[in-house]
């Protein structure tokens, strides 16, 4: 009788963010974007990543934070349906009353076919969000940049 070893290949597939940025006083100075590490909408799902522009973007240069979400080149994309059409939550936390009072926006893939969810040709497509997530003078003093240091949370809600 022959036999055949199968290996699992043990993957964590990370559905929700969480992202430590540090330095933020020196990354709005330098006023370019900095890009999350991977997450996903699910296991085997969309592979997504978070654009902070922590000296804002276009219009918003020098006044906000800017987040965006950009759908990244993945394993999956080729059983995945497309296009993208999930909300993903964003949220700003609150680092000195815990869970109490983050500060959430939503951005909402629609399903209407743009550049922002079709499936990615490169390493990731246009991004989607927020322009104007919070001030930079609601931001300072704030309970959500202490020892200046942020932390972002997303997470796709299916």
């Not at 929700?16 to 997450?39: E, N």
């Not at 349906?81 to 939503?106: A, C, D, R, Y």
């Not at 309970?143 to 942020?150: E, H, K, S």
């Amino acid at each position: 009788m022959n036999y055949i070893l199968c290996r699992k290949k043990q993957t964590t597939w990370h559905t929700k963010l969480i992202w430590t940025i540090q330095d933020f006083a020196a990354l709005q100075r330098k006023g370019s974007f900095i890009c999350s590490p991977d997450f996903y909408s699910r296991d085997q799902g969309y592979k997504l990543n978070l654009l902070v522009y922590p000296n804002g973007d276009g219009r918003s240069e020098g006044s906000h934070l800017s987040i965006y979400v950009a759908v990244a080149k993945g394993e999956f994309d080729a059983i995945l349906p497309w296009p993208f059409s999930k909300t993903v939550k964003i949220s700003l936390l609150n680092q000195k009353q815990g869970e109490k009072n983050h500060l959430m926006k939503l951005v909402v893939f629609n399903g209407a076919e743009s550049q922002h969810n079709q499936k990615p040709i490169n390493e990731r497509n246009n991004r989607f969000g927020r322009k104007q997530f919070i001030s930079h003078k609601e931001l300072t003093d704030s309970p959500y940049l202490v020892d200046d240091t942020i932390f972002l949370e997303a997470k796709v809600i299916e």
